[in-house]
């Protein structure tokens, strides 16, 4: 059984920071491509970032290059993202999400993802 488990989120002042982690469980995590998607108060789950199993390719979001950074460090299971100059808009839950093929390259859209996490709050203030 496959399990995500987010962390990491919490509230923050614009301008500020926030790394989340992402701890996996039940399939060889190093063979496959990971995201991040983001899902704000009555809008669509929308795709953050994403990274390859080796982590060679990664695919941000226009809204969030040159601020956040994905990373993942397969010895433990984890992927990270990191979120700096944040902004009101960052405010969603953000989720991660596993590909389900083997080292298969990264998506950028929801349904190329088959196991997902709970979920961690962010909210930006102004």
């Known amino acids: 059984q496959v399990q995500l488990v987010e962390s990491g989120g919490g509230l923050v002042q614009a301008g500020g920071s926030l790394r989340l982690s992402c701890a996996a469980s039940?399939?060889?995590?190093?063979?496959?491509?990971m995201g991040w998607f983001r899902q704000a108060p009555g809008k669509e789950r929308e795709f953050v970032v994403s990274m390859s199993w080796g982590g060679e390719i990664t695919y941000y979001a226009d809204s969030v290059k040159g601020r956040f950074t994905i990373s993942r460090d397969n010895a433990k299971n984890t992927v990270y993202l990191q979120m700096n100059s944040l902004k009101p808009e960052d405010t969603a839950i953000y989720y991660c999400?596993?590909?389900?093929?083997?080292?298969?390259?990264?998506?950028?859209?929801?349904?190329?993802?088959?196991?997902w996490g709970q979920g961690t709050q962010v909210t930006v203030s102004s």
């Open positions: 999400a596993t590909s389900p093929l083997r080292l298969g390259v990264p998506g950028t859209s929801s349904g190329e993802y088959d196991y």
């Open positions: 039940g399939r060889t995590f190093s063979r496959y491509a």
